[in-house]
């Protein structure tokens, strides 16, 4: 649990930094976030998260007709 709280110290450090450097959140968030989170801006969905989102609310709209 220490090795996770110093790691996460370290990436808001990195983050606060990169804002420093850009002046831009959007753009110091997404260069310290590591890509293979799969990180997206909110409104920014690529088409395969959006494409799960909307067979699940078909999934819930079906559930509740029933």
């Known amino acids: 649990v220490k090795g996770l709280i110093v790691s996460l110290d370290v990436a808001v450090f990195e ?3 990169a804002y420093l450097e850009k002046r831009d ?3 110091a968030f997404f260069s310290v976030l590591p890509q293979r ?4 801006p909110l ?5 395969s998260s959006q494409h799960a989102l ?8 079906d559930s509740d007709s029933n």
């Open 15 to 17: 983050i606060i930094l």
């Open 25 to 27: 959140w959007k753009e």
């Open 37 to 40: 989170k799969g990180a997206v």
């Open 43 to 47: 409104g920014e969905t690529n088409d």
């Open 54 to 61: 909307s067979e699940k609310e078909d999934e819930d709209n």
